[in-house]
């Protein structure tokens, strides 16, 4: 068995999971996407050691930001953890808000084996991820109104498989290997909002600011710092003097809300897929 706990973000999944895992002798595997990454912990809102209260935690801190997961290497790593777990007479305990790595876990589709083609990459990331999708809709409709816009890896791994194949194959899922239990975490958006403003306000005063000069001076560029969407985008724009910082917390604020609700539309598929 394994238990997933999703929804959007901003609503308190990783308590709720340690909450969990502390009754029932659960262990916990992080989905998220970013928080993979050392170094992106304020940003992310990994959770702290203090917060874990002992429970056991995988997947957090695994990767330099230099070098890029993909949801094959995810996947990869996360189903020998679920077999550890599980030969320990433990419950895996899936947490987190990135919805394609939790998919690609329990319910793996068909995904294109298309390697990452390094010239490709490197003309595509100097456009912007408005330019990116405009390219992407001409080219694969259907794809287009699946995706993030405004997540520029996504969009480049799109156009990649699109110039590898002709098309981005239409996912085809399988039965989940595991007996899966979704937990789902949701609220209205405007109380979502109203945790995302708060949230946002203290991860300021936690040293937001102060990570994201940490990240550019251990050596990563701002287009690097920009590819992990969100805080770091803005926080790039911030510290180029690009934007104020007025403009940095609406804007940020408004891309974090943006995120929730399309959060909420694919954990709604994800809930449909367990039962």
Same mark, same amino acid.
């Given at each position: 068995?394994?238990?997933?706990?999703?929804?959007?973000?901003?609503?308190?999944?990783?308590?709720? *999971?340690?909450?969990?895992a502390?009754?029932i002798?659960?262990e916990?595997?992080?989905a998220?996407?970013?928080q993979v990454?050392?170094?992106?912990d304020?940003?992310?809102?990994?959770?702290?050691?203090?917060?874990?209260?002992?429970?056991?935690?995988y997947?957090?801190?695994?990767?330099?930001p230099k070098?890029?997961?993909?949801?094959?290497?995810?996947t990869?790593?996360a189903?020998?953890?679920?077999?550890?777990?599980?030969?320990?007479g433990?419950?895996?305990?899936?947490?987190?808000?990135?919805g394609f790595y939790?998919?690609?876990?329990l319910?793996?589709?068909?995904?294109?084996?298309?390697p990452?083609?390094?010239?490709?990459?490197?003309k595509?990331?100097?456009?912007?991820?408005?330019k990116?999708?405009?390219?992407?809709?001409?080219?694969?409709?259907?794809?287009?109104?699946?995706?993030?816009p405004?997540?520029?890896?996504?969009?480049?791994? *799109?156009?990649?498989i699109i110039?590898a194949?002709?098309?981005v194959p239409?996912?085809?899922?399988?039965?989940?290997?595991?007996?899966v239990?979704?937990?789902?975490?949701?609220a209205?958006?405007?109380?979502?909002?109203?945790?995302?403003?708060?949230?946002?306000?203290?991860?300021?005063?936690?040293?937001l600011?102060?990570?994201?000069?940490?990240?550019?001076? *251990?050596?990563?560029?701002?287009?690097?710092?920009?590819?992990f969407?969100?805080?770091y985008k803005?926080?790039?724009?911030?510290?180029?003097n690009?934007?104020?910082?007025?403009?940095?917390e609406?804007g940020?604020?408004?891309?974090?809300?943006?995120?929730?609700?399309?959060?909420?539309t694919?954990?709604?598929?994800?809930?449909?897929?367990?039962?």
């Amino acid at each position: 068995m394994v238990i997933a706990i999703v929804g959007p973000t901003a609503l308190g999944k990783s308590d709720f *999971a340690v909450s969990i895992a502390k009754k029932i002798g659960g262990e916990i595997i992080s989905a998220d996407s970013r928080q993979v990454y050392r170094g992106l912990d304020i940003g992310t809102g990994k959770i702290t050691k203090k917060e874990m209260r002992g429970v056991p935690h995988y997947m957090l801190d695994v990767a330099n930001p230099k070098r890029r997961i993909t949801v094959a290497d995810f996947t990869k790593l996360a189903h020998k953890i679920i077999l550890n777990i599980h030969e320990r007479g433990k419950i895996p305990i899936v947490c987190g808000g990135t919805g394609f790595y939790i998919e690609e876990l329990l319910f793996p589709s068909n995904l294109p084996e298309v390697p990452a083609n390094k010239k490709f990459r490197a003309k595509f990331s100097k456009l912007s991820a408005e330019k990116l999708f405009s390219i992407l809709k001409k080219k694969d409709l259907r794809r287009a109104k699946e995706i993030d816009p405004k997540n520029k890896v996504r969009l480049i791994r *799109a156009l990649e498989i699109i110039d590898a194949l002709g098309k981005v194959p239409k996912r085809k899922f399988t039965d989940s290997p595991y007996e899966v239990i979704t937990i789902e975490l949701n609220a209205p958006i405007d109380f979502i909002k109203k945790k995302i403003h708060l949230r946002l306000q203290k991860r300021i005063k936690l040293g937001l600011m102060n990570e994201g000069r940490k990240l550019l001076r *251990a050596g990563l560029t701002h287009k690097e710092l920009q590819s992990f969407g969100l805080e770091y985008k803005w926080l790039s724009l911030l510290l180029q003097n690009r934007i104020t910082k007025k403009e940095f917390e609406i804007g940020l604020e408004n891309d974090i809300v943006q995120y929730a609700k399309r959060q909420k539309t694919w954990f709604k598929k994800t809930r449909s897929r367990a039962k």
